[in-house]
Every structure is written in structure tokens, then in C-alpha cells.
């Protein structure tokens, strides 16, 4: 689990392999405090089980997460974001974040609004029904608040820190980027429809009604 508190960028050194699977290097300093082999850490918001080394760690990207991100367009000298799992009694700056992308978006426009940045992102239409306004989502490993949503896009506000001490800061209209959306939508929504009237547990009877009902 993590929080979308980005804590480093590190620096792609290598890449071994093919879409069938890439063996990657990434040189880092903060993150390989306390990490051993088989710990997490978020890669642009990928979570990847590693080994660390000295002055960097290694990891598999399996195909799926080749297919579902965008590591596979990462290239030796790449930035990327990087975050540990967060630790029990941790302190949680930011919102749950499971590292399971579920889309790559686009920047489809950037525009300045005062000392931030307002950064709109293209998403495949499937996705959207789990972003809402003041809403939270994942872009890249970080946890940013939605101000806004249209029929297949959102927009983020991005801090001066934030555009400083991540990659956001380096993408262009057009970069593709990681997108996790909140995954409490993803469960309401499965739960809801476990049934025709979307009963979630046997032993509560939780139904669509019942959340109708209570305001929600």
C-alpha cells in the first residue's frame, strides 16, 4: 500500500528484455533505506517488487504491466517517481494507493492559473466513472485532489512543490501518464453489482436502495 507521497525521482540506468518482460535498473538514494529483497516500491506509480544494490535496485516488469502502463516507453536516463510502502503507524499525506494502474491517460492540455499549473488529462471513457470532482487519482505514482471532469477527461492542480520534486513537472502535452483511480469506487462498484439490486453481503444486506435511501 502506498500513499501517492512521492519521496524520490530516481534515474532509469538499464533495461533488459522485451515485451515479454523487462528487467529494469533504477539508481536511487532515499528509497533503499531499510529496503530489503522482495520489499515494494512504486515505479511512476507501478508498484514493483525489487532488490535493491548499491545505489540502485532492480526489478521485473511482468507483460501486464507493460501493457497497462507506460514503463514500457521508459528508455535508460529516464526520471522516474518512486515511493515505499508505507510503514504501519507511517504518516498518510495522501490517499490510498494500491500501485495497480488501471489506464494510461494523456496530457491533453497545460495551462498556468496563477503559481500552479493546471494539467488536463485524456482518459479512456471506462475510467472516468470513477473520478470525481474533489475526488482523488493517482497520475504517476502521485496523489492529487480532481477540480474538475468533463465526458473523458479530468484536470489536476499541480503545486509549484509537486511540479519541482516529481516528473509531472516534465510532461508535455501529448506524454502519456499512469492513472489509478480511487480504489474505494472500484469496490463500491463492484459490490453494487453482485446482485440485481446490488445486495454486497449477505450478512449486512447492503443494497442500492438501502445507499439511495441514506443519502448516498
Known amino acids: 500500500m502506498f500513499t501517492g507521497i512521492i519521496e524520490e525521482t530516481g534515474t532509469v540506468i538499464s533495461l533488459r528484455g522485451s ?70 503507524g507511517g504518516r498518510f499525506g495522501g490517499h490510498i494507493v494500491s500501485g495497480h494502474v488501471d489506464a494510461c491517460g494523456r496530457v491533453a492540455a497545460l495551462r498556468k492559473d496563477g503559481i500552479a499549473t493546471l494539467m488536463k488529462v485524456s482518459v479512456p471513457q471506462n475510467i472516468m466513472k470513477y473520478v470525481a470532482e474533489k475526488g482523488s487519482v493517482t497520475l504517476d505514482g502521485v496523489s492529487l485532489t480532481v477540480a474538475a471532469i468533463s465526458a473523458d477527461s479530468f484536470t489536476v492542480s499541480l503545486i509549484p512543490h509537486t511540479l519541482a520534486s516529481t516528473t509531472l513537472g516534465l510532461l508535455r502535452e501529448g506524454r502519456e501518464v499512469n492513472v489509478e483511480v480511487d480504489m474505494i469506487a472500484r469496490y463500491v462498484e463492484r459490490l453494487l453489482n453482485c446482485g440485481e439490486n446490488g445486495p454486497t453481503d449477505p450478512e449486512t444486506g447492503l443494497t442500492i436502495d438501502f445507499l439511495k435511501e441514506n443519502g448516498f
Request: net charge negative; hydrophobic share 35%; charged share 20%.
Open 19 to 88: 515485451r515479454a518482460g523487462t528487467v529494469m535498473d533504477i539508481a536511487a538514494e532515499k528509497v533503499l533505506h531499510g529496503t530489503e529483497t522482495g520489499d515494494s516500491i512504486a515505479v511512476n506509480g507501478v508498484c514493483l517488487t525489487v532488490t535493491p544494490g548499491q545505489g540502485h535496485f532492480t526489478a521485473d516488469v511482468m507483460p501486464e504491466s507493460l501493457r497497462r502502463t507506460s514503463l514500457g516507453s521508459l528508455a535508460p536516463g529516464s526520471k522516474v517517481n518512486l515511493e515505499r510502502a508505507m510503514p504501519c
